[in-house]
């Protein structure tokens, strides 16, 4: 039976409703072995995989579910991406809140370093990353990111990671929101997503870069938001969502691994206080249209305050919505108190973003967060 709007709004205001009551105890990983949730599962740092095969040493898809950790941009090429900062950086998530994986976003170095020091810095944290190939978005020529591909792959073939690689990295993204910003649109397609040719170019992009990190035993697939009727979603419905997969949804399904979804109340002009009710709607739409594949919510994010970099706030524009400290911390606490419905769901998401991002940081520049003293729970 299709779940209408009603229903929804019902479903998720009676999740939201028990995150006063005790929780049930914590549990753990299905096995203490299975990275990267299981107590006993190490990473080396003398870079020798697992005596497993990569399909034992990943915890289950059953356990992918709550908190993961943040997407962590690497965006500038003028940034300090030496091991050393990435590592402090990743024991500030684990040590303040229980982060197990990271998501690198927009990555902007050149060279096979930055992937390189991203792995050390992973193992020596006995952390997973999923990795990320982007059109840069700093100014930089779009031709660079078939640059970050080819050093990706180099390192994964090449470099003196290139055996324990498999175990570190859990996933891989082609591009960030390829269709709301149409980086593959064809010339003269005035924009349009969903123009045949457009459509070509980045199915025959994803299927090449899926089949090249299948090599590796790496999934992969698009990070993307695909509540845009009419492109990656349907027509409209009584409730607004698209009914279905549109024309470039439909196309992308045969090439992909995993969903790696963007849910963003923020960017659709949902309010604070309705912003889970559209969280819970949209993962009980890919849930419905794509059973298939396993979800992630890989860019979901609230604001602090206006945000120059992505326009929010009570301003003439397309985000529209609350945002202050306290609603930016109300945004993530009730998202946190609806593990439940996460976890029936098997459903997992990282917080965005680290830093980087302006208003959407949870890390500040003097080192704080915005959020003390929480830990967003894994398991319930």
Request: glycine residues 6%; aromatic residues 12%; negative net charge.
């Amino acid at each position: 039976m299709r779940l209408n709007s009603i229903t929804l709004t019902s479903v998720a205001a009676l999740l939201s409703s028990v995150s006063g009551l005790a929780h049930t105890a914590a549990r753990s990983a299905s096995s203490p072995s299975c990275f990267p949730f299981g107590a006993e599962a190490k990473l080396n740092a003398n870079l020798q995989p697992p005596r497993v095969s990569r399909e034992e040493w990943w915890c289950p898809q059953s356990d992918f579910y709550g908190f993961l950790g943040f997407s962590f941009p690497f965006q500038f090429t003028n940034e300090d991406f030496e091991v050393s900062s990435i590592s402090s950086h990743m024991q500030q998530m684990k040590r303040q809140f229980g982060a197990t994986m990271i998501r690198m976003y927009i990555p902007e170095s050149y060279t096979t370093q930055l992937w390189e020091n991203v792995l050390e810095a992973t193992i020596l944290n006995n952390m997973g990353v999923v990795v990320q190939v982007a059109f840069p978005i700093s100014g930089n020529d779009l031709s660079w990111e078939k640059v970050l591909e080819t050093t990706l792959f180099e390192t994964l073939a090449n470099s003196k990671y290139s055996k324990i690689a498999p175990y570190v990295i859990y996933a891989a993204e082609y591009l960030n929101e390829p269709v709301g910003d149409c980086d593959m649109c064809a010339p003269g397609s005035a924009g349009n997503a969903s123009e045949p040719a457009s459509v070509k170019n980045l199915t025959m992009g994803m299927s090449d870069f899926r089949n090249k990190m299948n090599k590796f035993g790496i999934p992969a697939g698009i990070s993307e938001d695909w509540d845009r009727p009419n492109l990656m979603s349907g027509a409209p419905g009584s409730d607004g969502l698209g009914v279905g997969l549109g024309p470039v949804g439909k196309a992308l399904v045969p090439v992909l691994d995993f969903i790696h979804a963007h849910v963003m109340a923020y960017y659709h002009n949902i309010q604070v206080d309705d912003a889970w009710t559209y969280t819970a709607n949209q993962v009980l739409w890919y849930k419905k249209y794509l059973p298939q594949f396993p979800l992630i919510i890989s860019e979901m994010m609230w604001a602090t305050g206006y945000n120059v970099l992505h326009a929010g706030g009570y301003i003439t524009g397309f985000a529209i919505a609350e945002v202050s400290v306290a609603d930016y911390t109300k945004f993530w606490k009730t998202v946190d108190a609806n593990c439940v419905f996460l976890k029936e769901h098997n459903t997992a998401y990282f917080i965005h973003a680290w830093r980087q991002e302006g208003t959407l940081n949870m890390l500040q520049n003097d080192g704080s967060v915005v959020i003390p003293n929480w830990k967003p729970k894994k398991w319930c």
